[in-house]
Structure formats: C-alpha cells, structure tokens
C-alpha cells in the first residue's frame, strides 16, 4: 500500500511501458486518490552505457536535434552555463538554437533578479550577447550534452560521442528521486509491462 501524501488513504496506481523513437522505453506512471490528489511522471526504463556528446555551435549545427533524457546535463563552457537535472527535470527534443533560447530565458530571469548589481547585468548582458551571436552565426560555441544513462543523444553527422568513466558519470546529477517500494514481483510486473492497479 501506497497512502496518499494528503488524506493518508491507498492510492491508485497504474503504470504502462512504452517504446519510443530516441528515448527507448520509457514507465509512464499515474497516480491518484479518492480525495482529488493526482500524479503523473515518466522515466526511462533503459540504462546504457554512460556518454557525452559535443558539437561545434555554428551557423551549420543550429537545427541539429537535441534529445535531452531527464537524467541528461547540456552545457555551454565557454559561457559557463550548465542545465543539469533535478526532481521535475523533463526530457525534450529540441535543436541547437532550442537549446540557445532555453539559456537564453535562464540568463534574462537572472539579469532580472540581480538587477541591483552592475557587475551582475554586466555578466548577464556579455552572455546574452554571445548567445545572440550563436544564434545568428557570429559566434562560435560547444555544445556539451552528458548522460550518466546513456539515454540522450544529439543527432549530426559532425558530433563527437564519448563514453563517460564510471568516475565522470558518478559526478554527473541524474534527476531521479527513489521511492523505496518494496516487492520485487510488483517492480518485474512494471518492467516486464503489466501494470498494477
């Protein structure tokens, strides 16, 4: 049993595995209660060997596809920009520029919130300012793209793909919260597709 984390009764819960294009198979889970409390998340259900993708941003590698799992970490070096995973972390599929916007909204939230300090907006305005000339081909940046489950990719014949050392996936975050559920039974059901009500 499952008690809902609001009124304390059992919860329902239902679970089905999917096999999809990029990001394999993936546990798609709903929970919810007789109270109205509701639930639902996705995980990947795979784990291959731990990666890291780098390509060339320029004018060439803009509308590259990007498939970032939930436990995938996409970095920027030279502009010192990381989006690594956490508990709400979401998969997407995106492009090069996709991923340059995505930055592009972190940075302005944070020239926002640290609009009282000059050095702050300053920093802020520089990346901006080199995130536009990526997106418009002046500039030239790396795109990093690290998966300690193997379960991102970029797609372009020009990225060069690595494996990670255990050592350099151990470091990288993963974005899983673990819920200890007891019952092995019920974990081979949900991985060998039943699903459990």
């Known amino acids: 049993m499952i008690p809902c984390p609001v009124c304390g009764k059992e919860l329902n819960v239902v679970t089905a595995l999917y096999d999809t294009p990029y990001f394999g198979k993936i546990l798609l889970t709903s ?22 993708f780098r ?4 004018s060439q590698t803009l509308f590259s596809k ?13 502009l010192g920009l990381t989006m690594e995973p956490g508990p709400a972390s979401q998969g997407f599929i995106t492009n090069v520029e996709g991923i340059l916007m995505r930055f592009q909204e972190i940075v302005e939230m944070a020239k926002r919130w640290n609009s009282d300090s000059d050095e702050a907006v300053r920093k802020c305005d520089l990346i901006l300012d080199r ?8 500039e030239t ?4 793209l690290e998966d300690p489950y193997g379960n991102s990719t970029i797609i372009d014949d020009r990225v060069f793909m690595e ?6 996936a151990r470091d990288l975050k993963t974005g899983i919260t673990v819920i200890d559920i007891t019952g092995e039974d019920y974990l081979r059901d949900i991985i060998n597709g039943g699903s459990q009500n």
């Open 141 to 144: 940046l790396t795109l990093i």
């Open 55 to 58: 390509l060339e941003i320029n």
């Open 66 to 78: 990007v498939v970032r799992s939930t436990s995938g970490t996409v970095r920027i070096p030279e």
């Open 31 to 52: 929970i919810n209660c007789q109270c109205g409390f509701r639930h639902s998340d996705s995980f990947s259900a795979e784990i291959k060997d731990p990666v890291r």
């Open 131 to 138: 995130l536009k000339g990526a997106m418009e081909g002046r």
């Open 163 to 168: 494996r990670l050392s255990q050592n350099e």
